[in-house]
């Protein structure tokens, strides 16, 4: 008996968003190897989302959601005898949690997003865009996003309460911890669940789907609408595709030089060197009339301007370098 309330308790904490980080991974973690939990979970989440779906203004009966609760928890055994009697209903305190969720999903007030409820009013966002070059936005919960150039985000007024923002591009977050209102980034189809931590997220067009790199802390990478997630941590990159999460270690030292402006580069290939340069400066390298293929670099440049960074390339191979509007041109010196 105990061990089916402990169950549906921790699936309707789990459903409302009561759990932390921490708590989430690790019930998650329990139950992915349990058909039968997995089942119910999908059962309760279709069910929810039942009672939200339909026209706007159709009336949601809150009586209905009650007697559906009641029955389903008397079903199992869940409720106490004396419980039942008219005019003194009540739940265990155990499951006081679980009839709330789902009166308040039953007149119809928020909406259930990947089992977290999120009331998010569209017609009331903030939003961002780095129309040039890297921008700082500061969020209102103390966090601080690193917005690449083309890229965009928007969240809620009330952020401090619903701490949830999408991400369309590219973004390197600095969060804030907060145990009781844990960060949440959504970019295609991914959701991204922190605490308080560092990670990038990209929503790449290179491959069509969405990279995470862990620098800090711990996160994790979520699928809408299928019951696959990761758990990352520092130096592990999650990357998603249409049908699977992967995981690996994020290995290129230059992965985030658009951000830090810092890179590393080891007997790297000249052509490899320019593309990075171009995507973390936002910037066309032209090489007319120099053969590149062959030639390779080893350096270190530290938080420097690509004018600097390209005068020390050309002088280490013989080369000029002359920049027209925001064209930079390799030539033969």
């Given at each position: 008996m105990?061990?089916?309330?402990?169950?549906?308790?921790?699936?309707a904490r789990y459903l409302a968003g009561e759990m932390s980080m921490q708590e989430?991974?690790?019930?998650?973690?329990r139950i992915e190897n349990n058909?039968?939990?997995?089942?119910?979970?999908?059962?309760m989440e279709q069910t929810w989302k039942k009672y939200?779906?339909?026209?706007?203004?159709?009336?949601?009966?809150t009586r209905e959601a009650w007697n559906q609760l009641q029955r389903r928890l008397g079903d199992d055994g869940l409720l106490d005898e004396p419980a039942m009697a008219a005019g003194k209903r009540q739940l265990m305190p155990l499951l006081r949690v679980a009839a709330i969720i789902l009166l308040v999903l039953a007149i119809g007030s928020p909406v259930l997003y990947f089992g977290?409820?999120?009331?998010?009013?569209?017609?009331?966002?903030?939003?961002?865009?780095?129309?040039?070059?890297v921008n700082t936005v500061d969020l209102p919960d103390g966090s601080r996003v690193y917005l690449n150039e083309g890229s965009e985000i928007s969240y809620p007024p009330g952020f401090t309460r619903d701490r949830s923002v999408m991400l369309r591009g590219e973004a390197f977050f600095e969060v804030m911890s907060d145990p009781v209102n844990p960060f949440t980034v959504r970019s295609g189809k991914v959701v991204v669940s922190v605490l308080g931590t560092s990670f990038n997220v990209k929503d790449s067009d290179e491959y069509a789907g969405v990279e995470v790199y862990v620098e800090s802390g711990k996160v994790r990478m979520s699928v809408e609408n299928s019951d696959q997630f990761i758990t990352l941590e520092p130096g592990e990159m999650g990357k998603t595709d249409a049908t699977r999460l992967t995981r690996s270690l994020q290995e290129d030292p230059n992965y985030i030089s658009w951000k830090t402006k810092d890179f590393i580069f080891v007997n790297a290939?000249?052509?490899?060197?320019?593309?990075?340069?171009?995507e973390s400066y936002h910037v066309?390298?032209?090489?007319?009339?120099?053969e590149l293929n062959g030639l390779r670099l080893t350096s270190t440049y530290r938080e420097q301007s690509i004018?600097?960074?390209?005068?020390?390339?050309?002088?280490?191979?013989?080369?000029?370098?002359?920049?027209?509007?925001?064209t930079y041109y390799l030539t033969i010196n």
């Open positions: 105990k061990k089916k309330a402990k169950k549906w308790s921790d699936l989430e991974v690790a019930y998650r973690s058909h039968q939990d997995i089942s119910e979970l999908k059962a939200h779906a339909g026209s706007p203004g159709v009336q949601r009966h977290i409820f999120r009331n998010m009013d569209n017609t009331r966002v903030e939003n961002h865009i780095a129309e040039k070059g290939e000249l052509t490899r060197v320019i593309r990075k340069l171009e066309e390298i032209r090489a007319d009339g120099v004018d600097a960074i390209l005068e020390t390339i050309a002088t280490a191979f013989g080369m000029a370098v002359h920049k027209e509007k925001d």
